[in-house]
T-cell receptor, first 117, second 111 residues
Framework: GAVVSQHPSRVICKSGTSVKIECRSLDFQATTMFWYRQFPKQSLMLMATSNEGSKATYEQGVEKDKFLINHASLTLSTLTVTSAHPEDSSFYIC?????????????FGPGTRLTVT | ELKVEQNPLFLSMQEGKNYTIYCNYSTTSDRLYWYRQDPGKSLESLFVLLSNGAVKQEGRLMASLDTKARLSTLHITAAVHDLSATYFCAGPQGGSEKLVFGKGTKLTVNP
């Protein structure tokens, strides 16, 4: 099946700094990628939809100025957490669908665990 | 807006036993997803159910979809310890590709 990678897998940063997380589709092109956040022992919550070549669309309650999304190519989307605070500590997961395959499978990256101290 | 409810949220079962996890969703949906998540890991795709009456099986897991009842089930047959994980069902929001997840069912299989 198709593979989605994320980098880094873990990051620890200080409060007030910014962190960039990359999401790559390795063997397919993705015009749309999704960013989710998962707090401990909770489910996944969609944060935003990343669209190649256009602005991301954010879910209600997600601050677009804090979570900057850039989808610069058909295989790469980045999420930048700006001015991170401890409450941003979470597991961030991206996903993408291989539209070229004609299927509905959504492939998830391995996730990035962010800890803000 | 789609809402997805799973039950039970916690399930402790003995090896060799059978059980079913239920996933109810609130609005019409043409497909339903099941995922597995191990502690500290991301999601592993188990099944994509695309039509009413769809049934898929992989090993000891079998998933079905009843779009009229807005219900999907994940049936576990003769559970083994390796099946211990959290299982999520998810449906697409409003015909889009955005997925709405249930709260997950944490399954523990005891020897």
């Amino acid at each position: 099946g198709a593979v989605v990678s994320q980098h880094p897998s873990r990051v620890i940063c200080k409060s007030g700094t910014s962190v960039k997380i990359e999401c790559r589709s390795l063997d397919f092109q993705a015009t749309t990628m999704f960013w989710y956040r998962q707090f401990p022992k909770q489910s996944l919550m969609l944060m935003a939809t990343s669209n190649e070549g256009s602005k991301a669309t954010y879910e209600q309650g997600v601050e677009k100025d804090k979570f900057l999304i850039n989808h610069a190519s058909l295989t790469l989307s980045t999420l930048t957490v700006t001015s991170a605070h401890p409450e941003d500590s979470s597991f961030y997961i991206c996903s993408a669908r291989d539209g070229g395959s004609g299927g509905y499978e959504q492939y998830f990256g391995p996730g990035t665990r962010l800890t803000v101290t | 807006e789609l809402k997805v409810e799973q039950n039970p949220l916690f399930l402790s079962m003995q090896e060799g036993k059978n059980y079913t996890i239920y996933c109810n969703y609130s609005t019409t949906s043409d497909r339903l997803y099941w995922y597995r998540q191990d502690p500290g890991k991301s999601l592993e795709s188990l099944f994509v159910l695309l039509s009413n009456g769809a049934v898929k099986q992989e090993g000891r897991l079998m998933a079905s979809l009843d779009t009229k009842a807005r219900l999907s089930t994940l049936h576990i047959t003769a559970a083994v310890h390796d099946l211990s994980a959290t299982y999520f069902c998810a449906g697409p929001q409003g015909g889009s590709e955005k997925l709405v997840f249930g709260k997950g069912t944490k399954l523990t299989v005891n020897p």
